[in-house]
């Protein structure tokens, strides 16, 4: 991929997109070989109706986006379809089984070795952040959304994505907010919302930056990456329940499909792009 993007021979979508392909591969492996372990220990995790259960890992924010890039940090969420137990000869319930699989997979993948680390990973996109539980059942995520999610949570969502493991529970997570999402009648309120916390955030970063050097930050300051991908996803939430066609979790896709349907002008899109 690095080489491919040295020669010019691959575009920049193209190269974020095969960066976050490799990614969503090396989650698939890691996972599955560590469940595989623990269900030798435990047994397999099953439903109370017998049924196997699944787990989903979400990705979010730019691996979500299929937008990668060489030093991104990947946004994780994982979920597990329902309770029960394992069926092994010393059963823990699916959420303990399910919990071990995140832990040790997160861990696994940001521990610092002689070779470097594979990726910085980054749970606090979960349902109630760093006080929320490391991997929660479908239900649990669907209450979530539906009864406590606050507004940037939901626009956060707009990226979410199955990046490994069963495609069900996650899938049927995200589809399931997609009402409080993209709502027909959503008003200018819930943008303002979010908008007052991208605020406060600026208002953090300038005090941390305030006395150091002056470099310019092409991610966060004003004007730059973030301001860009969160413009887009706040005109997603307005448009999107009347337009579908907008609902994309990549900025550069979204970019384009917001000026195909004349809600940026062009030069709106060419100065965003």
């Given at each position: 991929i690095l080489l491919r993007d040295l020669f010019g021979i691959a575009t920049l979508a193209e190269v974020t997109e095969e960066l976050s392909n490799l990614a969503d591969s090396i989650l698939e492996v890691a996972c599955r070989r560590i469940r595989a372990s623990l269900a030798r220990r435990y047994g397999t995790p099953r439903t109370n109706d017998g049924q196997e259960c699944g787990m989903s890992v979400i990705a979010l924010g730019k691996l979500g986006g299929r937008e990668l890039n060489y030093s991104s940090d990947i946004d994780l969420m994982f979920v597990f379809s329902a309770n029960g137990d394992t069926d092994g000869p010393h059963p823990v319930s699916n959420r303990e089984f399910f919990r071990k699989v995140a832990t040790t997979c997160t861990e696994l993948l940001s521990t610092y070795t002689a070779g470097g680390l594979c990726y910085r990973v980054d749970l606090r996109l979960r349902p109630d952040g760093r006080l929320g539980e490391i991997c929660i059942s479908q239900e649990g995520a669907m209450n979530y959304y539906e009864m406590r999610a606050r507004d940037w949570e939901l626009q956060m969502l707009i990226k979410a994505r199955v990046a490994a493991g069963e495609q069900r529970p996650g899938r049927e997570v995200i589809e399931s907010a997609e009402a409080r999402i993209y709502s027909s009648t959503l008003?200018?309120?819930?943008?303002?919302?979010?908008s007052a916390t991208r605020e406060r955030i600026h208002e953090k970063l300038?005090?941390?930056?305030?006395?150091?050097d002056s470099a310019l930050d092409i991610k966060l300051t004003r004007g730059g990456i973030r301001d860009i991908e969160f413009l887009v996803q706040c005109l997603q939430r307005l448009h999107g329940g009347r337009e579908p066609w907008v609902r994309h979790g990549g900025t550069m896709m979204a970019l384009i499909r917001?000026?195909?349907?004349?809600?940026?002008?062009?030069?709106?899109?060419?100065?965003?792009?």
């Open positions: 008003d200018f309120s819930s943008v303002e919302a979010v300038a005090s941390r930056r305030a006395g150091a917001l000026a195909d349907k004349k809600l940026i002008s062009a030069s709106e899109y060419a100065r965003l792009a």
